[in-house]
């Protein structure tokens, strides 16, 4: 089991979510490599997901693991304010 457990609701491939997908990856990668899932779902693909999550807004990443649970919707382009709100900071020490 891993320690941090990642949701990314995208939708569709764009520049934007390629993006945000290359700064979360790389921002885990850093603090917490080898410590992390990251599911990355297409809302377009699976409508029926985001109804049930609720996801609004897109991209949405879901931090699901460790409590507690958090969201963070669009450009996550501040990755050393993600980072902070991630709590990934103390994860590297």
């Not at 297409?42 to 699901?64: M, N, Q, R, S, Y």
């Amino acid at each position: 089991m891993k320690d941090y457990v990642f949701k990314l609701y995208i939708s569709g491939e764009d520049s934007i979510n390629n993006k945000t997908i290359t700064n979360l990856k790389g921002l885990c990668d850093t603090y917490i490599k080898n410590a992390y899932e990251l599911s990355i779902i297409d809302i377009d693909e699976f409508p029926e997901i985001a109804e049930k999550t609720k996801i609004i807004a897109v991209p949405t990443l879901v931090k699901e693991r460790p409590t507690p649970v958090q969201k963070f919707i669009g450009d996550i382009s501040e990755t050393d304010d993600l980072r902070l709100s991630l709590g990934l900071a103390a994860a590297q020490l």
